[in-house]
């Protein structure tokens, strides 16, 4: 298997296995990090995930679509400091299209059908991100980088 193979392995195995993303956006003054559910597509290229048009994620987005996610298998346990593995993600994000929003509706809703009275109302929206790349972190200082376009780059 090749060292390509394995690290995006390796990144779909956390990415499928959480539902739920720290979300971090450009604010004025600050950085904003909240939580977010999320779906994947099949090829990991994309993630959505569904906000209302009156957060300020969702206006921190207008201003700069630039955003990083990150998730992460921590239990909260001291097992963590050596076990816990987290996927960063960084990316563009726009609305979804109107076009889009059947597949992208449904791909969500697929990963969390309870949300889907908060996905159908009418101030809620779905937004793409569109990844450049993942940086999966373990033992908190081993990290390789998955460009999307390129694969693989080890840093030290």
């Known amino acids: 298997m090749t060292d390509n193979i394995a690290l995006e392995r390796s990144i779909r195995e956390i990415l499928f296995s959480r539902k ?64 816990a593995r987290a996927v960063s993600i960084q990316g563009r994000a726009r609305t979804a299209p109107i076009s889009g929003e059947p597949f992208l509706k449904s791909l969500f809703l697929d990963r969390h059908p309870y949300l889907e009275d908060f996905v159908n109302s009418p101030t809620c929206v779905l937004v793409i991100v569109t990844v450049d790349s993942y940086a999966l972190v373990s033992r908190f200082q081993n990290v390789l980088l998955l460009d999307m376009t390129h694969g693989p780059d080890p840093q030290p």
């Open 20 to 83: 739920v993303a720290v979300l971090a956006t450009r604010g004025k003054e600050y950085p904003h990090a909240c939580l977010v559910a999320f779906a994947l597509t099949e090829d990991i290229s994309t993630l959505v995930f569904a906000t209302s048009l009156s957060t300020r994620k969702y206006a921190n987005i207008q201003e700069s679509n630039r955003v990083t996610l990150l998730v992460d298998t921590r239990g909260n346990t001291e097992e963590d400091f050596h076990d």
